[in-house]
């Protein structure tokens, strides 16, 4: 079965930076296009960044456009998004999707991001 794990999330200050990974198993994952989406708490889910299978194509929300970077590992099956001067409203529930015009999408679970003084 399609398994996607996330880790990196936590708290963090204003101004700081984080890395989240997701690592995924079940699928071949150079055939997907991953991305990450968000939802904070009163709001609906956002996309925030996605990157096509070889790293080629890379698409983020205006609200984190110059600050996020989104990238991938396909001999790890990993797709990370650095976040750098992070702001309180970027505090959300970061989730990874992977994405194929034939099969279904899949998301993991969501890591807690916290940006707080």
């Known amino acids: 079965q399609v398994q996607l794990v996330e880790s990196g999330g936590g708290l963090v200050q204003p101004g700081g930076s984080l890395r989240l990974s997701c690592v995924a198993s079940?699928?071949?994952?150079?055939?997907?296009?991953m991305g990450w989406y968000r939802q904070a708490p009163g709001k609906q889910r956002e996309l925030v960044a996605t990157?096509?299978?070889?790293?080629?194509?890379?698409n983020y929300g205006v609200a984190v456009k110059g600050r996020f970077t989104i990238s991938r590992d396909n001999a790890k099956s990993t797709v990370y998004l650095q976040m750098n001067s992070l702001k309180a409203e970027d505090t959300a529930v970061y989730y990874c999707?992977?994405?194929?015009?034939?099969?279904?999408?899949?998301w993991g679970q969501g890591t807690q991001v916290t940006v707080s003084s």
């Open positions: 990157i096509s299978s070889y790293g080629r194509m890379k």
């Open positions: 079940g699928l071949n994952f150079s055939g997907y296009t």
């Open positions: 999707k992977s994405m194929h015009p034939l099969e279904a999408d899949y």
